[in-house]
Every structure is written in structure tokens, then in C-alpha cells.
């Protein structure tokens, strides 16, 4: 729990100045790393130096700017922070001790120093050699029946490097299950866009906000997930180029926003509206607004008007006649119903796209996290295709990524449905026949926990069972297995929710020099706009006995097979030959990687729809179906409220860094949920009641979270949210997109119990 006493207090200023600021000094004091903190600032995201470990929006060019993010410094104070656990920490607490405490206590007891091994009979994490650790390893993964039985998470925070690796030691031990936290996240994106426009990526990089005409944000909150991209709507807004929000709730940075790069606005307490349009959706209501918005253009169309790209149409396209009639035949009573959203404000979204003539569509989570979030994205897709925002300068589609490496990890091989091109070549690079079939993603794997046919769960980095959905359950699953291992830098959860037996490696962080042999070493990562850089940590490691990811990985693979035929033992020391090998594996974007890294500003991936080639099985863009308007099951209770669950301003998904979250004027509580005074008072609650929610859930299963206070906020109709992870425990399991596999976390289907 928190310390304070409870408060509640609509916030009404500007997000960003001097709140940002002063967050800022509070987190580097409350970490106590003042200056060690305030100098690895002065480090991240510049040239020679590491790459932010928070989010994955791409910085700007380095070379000019000290950009300043609230929320990349909390990361960084987190990590450098002063505090460590020892091997007198776990001496003191035992696992089910531990257990107690809340994920913000854990979190704050600092960084994890050396390996550990849990012992049973004192319910103890007790020091354990490397060596021994890997052995433990080994010994589990060969005695599998098959490598089947083993799941590879990964979290995107991996470099480049690490996770290439994995990738080759995972499918050389035999297996494809390689659950990633994308699977909870981007996954739509990764699996809804290939066959739309060729590629599971954005199409846009960051010199394109400085072209558009009209930028969409829908279903993200960039004020707190992705701050650094708030530079580039306040120079929008700036310029006048109109920004429509989407989203239930009205976050504050997307209504008004102070750079605290801008002397002067600091300085008179000024700021810049963002949203020239708030669109307050209902959950799960884009799908309505999209078609209504295509319903306008299709119309005037039709009634003479040239709305449309009729060269890029015909040229690039395939399938854009089924599109347009099944929307011209959507009516706009259910369209206004599904939204939440009214006509008039429909084709005002509408005109704004029209007259842009290149337009950016940017999305996260209220996008992607829904039953139907993969054709969901592809819907997006087709709106932008209508009047040609691909392959132009200011346009394209923009999926704004989480984790700093997420998009990297995926393109270097953490995938669990690889295609068999990509697999020849791994088989020709290195000499081993590679498993075909496709493996596990997230849910899949939790499943076969349940099943008990998965023995042995391996993450590098992240925290699986609080991302995961169903946490009850999720935990039981967890406690079958006879190994789990955390290759991590911070203690969580996942540590203590664990296997028979339970192995905590820790590793040198994003921020820390990576010191081998063969000296210092660098790795790298690639943004949500396919930018890859380089980044080299500045601080010392925390302990000395902490291994990097990259050595934790080629160890883990030695010890597991031993007549490999990959040199494992060679990459350990110099970094430079496992990029030689990206290369080899991945011709067509990794040309001369080496070569390219050494540009201070790194490189871009090739994105071939930003040429207007798509690399679709018929080479073109084609227009795919949603039909009807709902993205998730229609459920017929007139109690039943839609659940979002999202991120506090004060968090890094599973990492809590504090009860507060400021633009939403919660203070010491995480406990609760948001809901409009229309639909509190329609339950007959009074502000401030305490509640249960349940889920309305097809299974049979009582899913229930107790002591939530509701706040009245302004959302939308029908609409709730609270946060992840608290009410993970209300998702069940089998809820998701069957396209990606990703947990519909944004339209929980729930009811208030009243306590
Ligand atoms: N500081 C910080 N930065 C982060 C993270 C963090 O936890 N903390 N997490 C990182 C990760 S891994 C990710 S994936 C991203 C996540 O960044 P976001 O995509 O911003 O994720 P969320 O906070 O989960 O919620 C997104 C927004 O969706 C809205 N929403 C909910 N349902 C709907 C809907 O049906 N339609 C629409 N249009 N909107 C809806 C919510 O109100 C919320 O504003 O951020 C990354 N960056
Ligand atoms: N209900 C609900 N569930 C969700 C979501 C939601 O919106 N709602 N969002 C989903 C999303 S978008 C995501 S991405 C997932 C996130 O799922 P994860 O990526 O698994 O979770 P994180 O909280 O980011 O992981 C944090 C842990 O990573 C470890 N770590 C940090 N830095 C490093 C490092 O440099 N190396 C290594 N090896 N380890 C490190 C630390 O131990 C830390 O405790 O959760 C998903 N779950
Ligand atoms: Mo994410």
C-alpha cells in the first residue's frame, strides 16, 4: 500500500513544465543518485553514449538536441538507482515473505548483485556460482522429453544482439516457442500489417511529422508512454497542422501541453493545445468512427467530388470496391451508437483528413488491445490507402512502439510463427536444420504450463506473470513448472512466483559499460521507426558480479549443447561478429551493419511501402475487411461496463514507481477506477464508493477484483479503466485476437459489485 493518505484532485494545467521538471529531481533524489544520475542524463540518447530504456519512439537527431523526458529519467534513476538487493537481503526474507509485499516495495529494494538459486527447504534465494547456474540450466533442458516442453520468453528491453542470439540458441536447442511481451502488445501491428501493406512496421519516421498535413492520435497516451514524441505534436500544433486525439479518456498532455524544452514557455508558465479535435470515443468504438469517416469520403465521392487517390488507387491496390460497400451501407445511427461519437464531429474528422494531403495516423494500446485489434490495425490501413498516405513525405501509418527494443527483438528473430525463408537462411548461416512448425506465443505457452506440458520457462528480462492476463490462474501455471529463470536486472514478481527449482541471473544494464576481453562493447537497438543505433552504457555495472545478456546467453547455449555448431564461446568477448552474422542472416536490411552502426545517428531499416513497394504475396496494398462495426463480443447485460486497463503517468508496465498519477490528479492509490458520474450514478454509487468488479466472462470462472474507489472521470459512456497490472486478474486468459494472440486489456467485459 501507499504511504499518503488517498487524494483525489482533477488536474487542470498544462501536462509537461515544471511538474515534469520537478518529477524529474524527485525521482534522481528518492533513487539517491543526484549526480551519478543527473551525468548518465547528460549521456542517453547522445552520440557515444546509451539509448533511453524506457520507451521506443526514436529521438531526434542527437547530434543537435538534449531532449528532455519526465519518464525516460525515471527509468534511468530506476535503474542506476543507489539501492541493491544482496545475498543479506534474501538471507532475511524468505520467498514467502516476499510475497507479501507489494510489486512497489520490491521494486524499490534496488539491484540485483549476484546469481541466486531458490532453496526449498529454508524457502530462501541462496548465492549459486555462474557455472553451476548454467549447468542447472543444461541438466533441465537436455532431460526434456522434447524442446517442445521449454518456452523462451523475451522482454523488449533485449539489445539487438542478446536477442539474435537467443533466437539462434533456442532453434538450434530445437524449439520455435518464443512467447515476447509483443505478443501483449504490438502483435496486431506485427501480424495485421503484412498482409495489408507488406510489412509488420510503421511506415513513418520522425522527419514526417514535420511534412503532414493532419496527424491522428488514436488509442495512445503520449504525455506519459511516449513524451518525447510530445516534441513533435507541439511543433505541429505550431505550425497549424491540425492533431485529432481519439481516445475515452481525455489525457492531459493531448489537451494541452508545456515543452519543457521551451525556455520561454517555462518561463511564463505558457503552453500549446494539442488536440485541435477530442474525439471522446467508446471503447472499442474506432472501428464506427473509421468506417463513418470513410462513409463521408465514399459519399462525396459518389456525389461527384474527387476525395479520393485514384491514381494510387489503381496502381497500388487491390480490394478497395468490397470496402466501399459494405461501409456505404452502414447506417449512422449504429455507426453514432458504436462510437459514442455524433455525426457532426464524424465528418469533422472527416474534412480534416480530406484536406490534408499527407496525413500520419499514430496508435498504441487502445488500438491493438481489443478482440479484433489485428484487422482492427488494418482498418487504419485502409483509411490511409484511400487517399495514397503511404510513400509520400508527411504520411503513413504509425504504430507507436512500447519497449525500447521490442520492434529489434522481433526483427532479429525472437518469433514464434518465423517463415521458412528466414529459417533456410539460419539454416545456411549456421549449419543446423532448424524446427519448422510454429511455437508458442504468450498465451499459447501459459496454456501448456496448464497443460504440464511445458517443464521449463526461461525470460530474458521482463516480468511474465504480471503482463500475463488471469493472474490467479496464471500463477498456478507458473508454480507447475520444474524450472523458471529470470535473466534480469531488478527484482519483481516473477521471482517469486516461481518453479520447483528457480534461478535469478542478473545482468548489466542499458546504462552500464559492457567491459569484456576484448574491451568495451556496445550493442544495439532499433526504435519504433526503424532507426538502429548504437548504445554504449556510461555508469559502472552495479555489482561485479553481474554477466552481460549477450555472455548469459552463449553460456546458457554451451551448457545446453554441447556439439553445437554455432562458436558460441567467440561472442562472448567481441560484439562486432554476432552483427557480421545479423548481416548474413538478414542480407536485404542488414547490408554492411557494421559499417553502418558507425554512424553516430545510425541507420533505417528499409520500409518498402515508403517506396510503394509491397512486399505482399501479389505485390500490391491491399484493402482487407472488418465487417460490421464491433471490435469485441457484443454482450447482452445492461450492467456490463468496458474496462480499460491502463498505465499510470508513475509507471513502466510492471514497474511501479510510485501511488501517484498526476495528469489524472490520482494521488497514493492505484486501487481505482475511473468512471463517469452518468454511469456511477446510473449504478446508484455515490463518487468516491468502494466497489468490486467482475468480469462477465463466457467460463464460468468467478474473476473478481475487491477495494476499487471509484473516481468520477470524464469517460466516455460504458466506458472504465483502472491499472495494469492490479487488474490483470479480471482478463481471462482466453480473451484475446485470435489473428496475434493478443489480450483484449482495453475492453474487459465487467460489472460493479457493490462492496
Ligand atoms: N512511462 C512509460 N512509458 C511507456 C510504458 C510505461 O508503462 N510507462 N510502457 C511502454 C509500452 S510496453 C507500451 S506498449 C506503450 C504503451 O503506451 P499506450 O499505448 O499509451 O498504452 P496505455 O497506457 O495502456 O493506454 C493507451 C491509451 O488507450 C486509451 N484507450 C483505451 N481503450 C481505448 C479504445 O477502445 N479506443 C481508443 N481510441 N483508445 C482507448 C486509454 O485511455 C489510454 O490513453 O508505452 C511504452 N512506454
Ligand atoms: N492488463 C494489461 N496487461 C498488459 C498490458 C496492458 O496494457 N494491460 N500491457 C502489455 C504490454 S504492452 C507489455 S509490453 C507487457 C510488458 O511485459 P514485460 O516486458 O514482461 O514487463 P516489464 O514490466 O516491462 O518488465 C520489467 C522487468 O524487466 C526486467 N528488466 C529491466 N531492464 C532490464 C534489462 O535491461 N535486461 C533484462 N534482462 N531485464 C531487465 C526487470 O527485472 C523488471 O522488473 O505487459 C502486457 N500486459
Ligand atoms: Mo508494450
Known sequence: MADGKARYAPYNSPAGGWGAAAATAKVLLEQSVVTKGSRALLAMNQPGGFK???????????????????NGAKALAHEATKFRVTRDFFAQHSVTELNEKSDYWLEMQGRLTEPMRYDAA??????????????????????LDSPDHAEFYTSGRTPNEAAFLYSIFVRE??????????????????????????????TVVLEDFEHAEAIFVIGQNTGTNSPRMMTNLVEARKRGVPIVAVNPMPERALIRFTEPQDIVQMATFGSTPIASEFVHIRIGGDLALIKGMMKVMFEREAAGETILDHDFLSEHTVGMESIRDEVVSLDWADIVRVSGIDEAQIRRCAE?????KATIICYGMGITQHREGSRLVRQIANLLLLRGNFGKPGAGISPIRGHSNVQGDRTVGIDEKPSQAYLDRVRDVFGFEPPRD???????????????????????????????????RSYAAMRKLDLTVAITTKLNRGHLIHGKEALLLPVVARSERIETEAGEQFVTIEDSMSNVTASRGVLAPASPDLLPEVEIVCRMAMATLPDSKVPWASYIADYGPIRDKIAEVYPSIYTDFSKHIENPAGFHLDIPPRRRVWPTPNGKANFLPL??????????????????????????????????????GVYNDRMVLF????????????????????????DGITRRVEGLTVIDYPMSRGAVAGYYPELNPLLPLDYYDEISGTPAAKSIPVKVIAA
Open 52 to 70: 533511453c530504456p524506457s520507451c521506443a519512439f526514436p529521438d531526434a537527431d542527437c547530434t543537435k538536441k538534449l531532449e528532455f523526458c519526465e
Open 122 to 143: 529454508s524457502d530462501r534465494y541462496v548465492p549459486i556460482a555462474w557455472d553451476d547456474a548454467f549447468a542447472t540450466i543444461g541438466r533441465h533442458l537436455r532431460a
Open 675 to 698: 468512471m463517469s458520474a452518468e454511469d456511477r450514478a446510473a449504478r446508484g454509487l455515490e463518487a468516491g464508493a468502494r466497489i468490486a468488479l467482475e468480469t462477465i466472462a463466457r
Open 173 to 202: 536447442f530445437g524449439t520455435n516457442n518464443f512467447p515476447d511481451c509483443s505478443n501483449m502488445c504490438h502483435e496486431p501491428t506485427s501480424r495485421g500489417l503484412p498482409p495489408a501493406i507488406g510489412v509488420g512496421k510503421g
Open 627 to 664: 465487417p460490421g462495426l464491433e471490435v469485441n463480443d457484443v454482450v447482452d447485460d445492461p450492467a456490463m461496463l468496458r474496462l480499460a486497463t491502463v498505465r499510470s503517468h508513475d509507471q513502466f508496465n510492471t514497474t511501479i514507481y510510485s501511488y501517484n498519477d498526476r495528469y489524472r
Open 438 to 472: 510454429y511455437g508458442h506465443h504468450t498465451v499459447e505457452a501459459v496454456e501448456a504450463m496448464h497443460r504440464g506440458t511445458a517443464k521449463v520457462f526461461i525470460a530474458l528480462g521482463g516480468n511474465f506473470v504480471r503482463a500475463i492476463p488471469d493472474t490467479e
Open 352 to 356: 480534416i483528413y480530406i484536406r490534408s
